[in-house]
């Protein structure tokens, strides 16, 4: 996917020394913008708080939505968002991380062992475990935003339903806009006597 500046300017570190606040880095002058690391661990924050969020709701305040799906079929089905974004989020970051990783992932993102635990537990030294945090972070970042065919980033998309970026080719069948029911509301009427 391509990355625009557009994009990354929003949340990108503004003290960032490698991209001075842009958000996006060239390798050479001429060649292929990619994203700073500053943007990508912004992103993780992002969809990290979202999941923390959604873990500490009531299990009873979780809702259930009525969604369109696209398609000729145009089927309607109940979804439960909340749980599958928490679902969504633990089983992409087990497939994307390596079993190094995904130990120090469960322990400190998902339990909540600080540093000093996740260290002792691990049997590693302050400095590995903070490369590693951050080397987490940068990957799980541009995963959540690069997944295809819907990605976790931007969380309104994948909340609200509406997708703003084209789809890849491929998935031509589907409709990037979800449809909307046309069908009026016709309340029951009978004439008072
Ligand atoms: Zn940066």
């Known amino acids: ?67 369109y799906s696209s398609g000729k079929d145009q089927k309607r089905s109940y979804a439960r968002r909340d749980e599958d974004y928490m679902a969504d989020f633990c089983l992409v970051s087990k497939r994307s991380l390596d079993d190094f990783e995904y130990k120090i992932f469960r322990y400190h993102f998902l339990l909540g062992a600080d540093w000093k635990l996740c260290c002792r537990q691990l049997k590693i030294d302050r400095g590995t475990f903070f490369h590693a945090v951050y080397r987490i972070q940068q990957r799980l970042g541009r995963v959540f935003r690069e997944l295809e065919p819907f990605s976790l980033y931007p969380l309104n998309e994948y909340f609200g339903g509406v997708i703003q970026k084209s789809l890849p080719e491929g998935w031509s069948m589907v409709s990037a806009q979800p449809a909307r029911s046309k069908s009026t509301l016709h309340p029951p009427l009978r004439r008072i006597a």
């Open 1 to 67: 996917m391509q990355w625009s500046r557009s994009e990354t300017i929003a949340i990108s570190k503004t003290s960032c020394t490698l991209c001075q606040g842009d958000g996006l880095r060239r390798t050479t002058r001429s060649g292929e913008a990619h994203p700073c690391n500053c943007v990508l661990r912004s992103i993780f924050r992002a969809c990290f708080s979202r999941f923390r969020y959604c873990a500490s709701k009531e299990k009873y305040m979780s809702r259930i939505t009525l969604e």
